[in-house]
């Protein structure tokens, strides 16, 4: 299968939504899935597909999608969800080619197993994410910048977007890259992480040494990541650098966890077009 051909008929079986090409399939653990509603974005006039990253000693597959013309693309990092870079991850690639940028989806947990084909989500995050440390996540992102701009990406215009996992993900690069100019983190965790042995900071022990700043879009009915939290993040970035104090958040009052995932039933479609506008907007006004 092409990667870059993700118009797949819906069917409720799991083995046919269960892809071992990166950015295809949606993840076991989620199914049965709203995929009737799934946005399906076009690879015509977009050059979309798999991208090998040399990360140490490891070759981790990654997606791209870029504008077919033109060269010199702002870049911007794409961080999963617990399930990896399934079908959803390479679409959001799409939409960002589609407005003119490089946007590449590292398969961040190739090293700790197959993300789409954990059964349950408790299996998947004992098995699979709980093994990933922030250490080796953000070389990996490091690594991801660097395959890019051999690719043709534009280095010095990168911004990082991600959601839920790659959500508090974003935090954490921002405080690590001094080369990121902006980032995005869709309701991603704010004041604990998946395993304190391996990620034993968070984004609030790291708000206020941001290199850029982060607007988080978060829903008010998101049980997982409370408001105290958002407040007390709030207060970090205020005592911080002046990315952190230019950072911003967008709570949008009806929506819960993962209010852009088009193909599960908490999506709320107005709430993630508008954080969509709001993120590209975000991008554009710190020069990338």
Known sequence: MNPSDLSLPV???RRDFVRSAVGAGFAAAVLPALAQT??????DGLVAGELSVASGADAIPAYRARPAAGSHWPLVLVVSEIFGV????A???RRLARAGYYAV???LFVRQGDAKAEQAIPELIRNVVAKKSDAETLADLDATVAAAIKDGADGTRLAITGFCWGGRVVWMYAAHSPQLKAGAAWYGKLVNGFNPALQPSNPVDVAAKLHAPVLGLYGA???SIPLDGIERMKGELARGTPAARKSEFVVYPNSGHAFNADY????VAADARDGWARMLAWFKANGV
């Not at 799934?38 to 690879?43: D, F, K, L, V, W």
């Not at 399934?86 to 991850?89: A, G, K, M, R």
């Not at 599960?264 to 999506?267: A, E, F, G, H, N």
Request: net charge negative.
């Open 105 to 107: 989806a590292p398969e």
């Open 86 to 89: 399934h079908e959803h991850i």
């Open 264 to 267: 599960r039933p908490s999506y």
């Open 221 to 223: 009915k998101d049980d």
């Open 11 to 13: 069917s409720t079986d």
């Open 38 to 43: 799934a946005i399906h974005t076009s690879p």
């Open 91 to 93: 679409d959001l690639c």
